[in-house]
C-alpha cells in the first residue's frame, strides 16, 4: 500500500516503492497495489509488475488538520481501501506510517503485516520545522511532530517492521525489538560505467517543494558564489524569487527537468555533485542514484554517516572545505578505479536481495 502513485521514481520514497515492487515481482510476487492519489497521473506502467492497482484519493480538506491522528495518516482513511483490503486474507505491506490507519482498526489482526519505515517520522518533521521560514509552516510540522511521535506505537501491531538505513534501525530495533527487520533501500541498481567527462560542471537536483531541500540549495549557493566554476540547479520546481536571485549570479544557472530520464542523463554528465542536509534521517536516494550513475560527489556528514558507504564520497562541513574540494576535482578525472570501489560497496543494496530478504519473511 502505497502513500503515493510510485511512478515515475522520481523522488526518495517513491523510488524506493517503486523498484520494491519491480523486485518483488521478478521473484514471482503477485501483488494488488493500493496507492494514494493526490497529484501524480494513474501509472499504466505499474500493471506490468501488479495483478490490479487500485487508487484512492487523499482527503486533503483543512479539517483534518485540526484531527489528533496525524495529518499525513488522517488524509489517508478511506472505507473503500479498508474494504477492498478486507476482500481477501494476504499479508499487507504498509508503506511508511501514512498509509497504516488499517492497523488501529483491529480489523487486521489476523493477516500478515508489514510496516515499511522511511524515515523515523517524529524526527524528520521536526527537522522540517528548523528548515522553514513560514511561521504557519513551522506549527504545522512542530505539530505533526508530537503527533507522529505518539502515533508511531501503533505499528507495534504489525509483525515485521522493515527499516530502511542502519541508522533507523538502531531506533526502531531499540523500541520495538525483534520485529524490526533491517532491509535496504530499493532502487534503479546499473553498473556505474561513466568515466567520459566533457563538460565540466556541478550539479544539484532535488525537490525544491521540501524545506530541508530549500535550505540545502541555499547552503550550496553559498558555496559556489564568487567560484569560477559552473553549477547547474536541476527541479521539476522553483520559485519566482529564488529562479530571480540565481539569474544574477554568472556561474549558477537552473535547469527545469521534464522526465526521468532527462535528469539521469544530466547526473551522467556532471563532474561534480554537492549533496548536504540538515536532517541524519533514512538513506538519501539521491545519493545511491549518483554513486551507481555519477562521478565525484561531495557530502557533509548527515548524507554520509552510518550508510556503509562513507569512502565513497568526499566529504566537507563547511563552506571553505566544500570550495577546497571542488577546487581539488575539477580537474581530476573519474576514473575506472573509482568505478570498482562503488561498484564494490553498491553491491549491499542489490534490490534483488532486499527483495528476497521480504520474501523470506513472507514465509
Request: proline content about 3%; overall charge positive; hydrophobic content about 35%.
Given at each position: ?13 517513491v523510488i524506493d516503492v517503486y ?235 537552473f535547469k527545469k527537468i521534464n ?68 577546487t581539488e576535482l575539477v580537474p ?32
Open positions: 500500500m502505497s502513500f503515493d502513485i510510485p511512478y515515475p521514481p522520481n523522488y526518495g520514497g523498484y520494491k515492487i519491480r523486485n518483488l515481482n521478478s521473484l514471482g510476487i503477485d501483488i494488488i497495489l493500493h496507492c494514494f492519489e493526490y497529484g501524480r497521473e494513474h501509472a499504466k506502467e505499474l500493471e506490468k509488475y501488479c495483478k490490479k492497482v487500485n487508487y484512492y484519493i487523499r482527503d486533503m480538506q483543512f479539517t483534518n488538520l485540526i484531527s489528533r491522528t496525524p495529518y499525513i495518516v488522517k488524509t489517508r482513511q478511506s472505507k473503500n481501501l479498508i474494504n477492498n483490503l478486507l476482500k481477501d486474507s494476504f499479508p499487507i505491506l504498509f508503506e511508511g506510517l501514512h498509509t497504516t490507519y488499517p492497523l488501529t482498526t483491529n480489523k487486521f489482526n489476523n493477516r500478515k503485516t508489514f510496516v515499511r519505515t522511511h524515515n523515523i517520522e517524529h524526527n524528520y518533521y521536526n527537522g522540517l520545522k528548523h528548515s522553514e521560514n513560514k511561521i504557519s509552516k513551522k506549527l504545522f510540522f512542530q505539530l505533526e511532530s508530537i503527533k507522529l511521535k505518539k502515533y508511531e506505537n501503533s505499528i507495534q501491531k504489525a509483525d515485521h517492521i522493515l527499516t530502511i538505513s542502519p541508522f533507523e534501525h538502531a531506533y526502531f530495533k531499540k523500541h520495538f525489538g525483534d520485529k524490526a527487520t533491517y532491509v535496504p533501500v530499493f532502487f534503479d541498481l546499473l553498473e556505474n560505467k561513466n568515466t567520459l567527462t566533457s563538460n565540466i560542471f556541478s550539479l544539484w537536483h532535488g525537490d525544491l517543494t521540501v524545506a530541508d531541500n530549500r535550505k540545502s540549495l541555499e547552503y550550496i549557493i553559498n558555496i559556489y558564489k564568487g567560484l569560477s566554476h559552473k553549477l547547474v540547479i536541476a527541479s521539476n520546481h522553483i520559485e519566482k524569487n529564488l529562479l530571480n536571485s540565481i539569474s544574477k549570479i554568472e556561474n549558477i544557472s522526465s526521468y530520464d532527462e535528469l539521469q542523463e544530466l547526473i551522467k554528465e556532471a563532474h561534480i555533485h554537492p549533496l548536504v542536509s540538515y536532517q541524519k534521517t533514512g538513506i538519501k536516494l539521491r545519493l545511491l542514484n549518483i554513486l551507481s550513475q555519477g562521478k565525484h560527489i561531495i557530502a557533509n556528514d548527515n548524507i554520509i554517516e552510518d550508510t556503509g558507504l562513507e569512502t565513497c564520497v568526499h566529504i566537507a562541513n563547511d563552506i571553505k572545505s566544500f570550495r577546497n574540494k571542488i581530476k578525472k573519474f576514473l575506472k578505479e573509482d568505478i570498482e570501489i562503488r561498484n564494490e560497496y553498491l553491491k549491499l543494496f542489490n534490490p534483488k536481495n532486499s527483495a528476497q530478504l521480504i520474501l523470506d519473511l513472507l514465509e
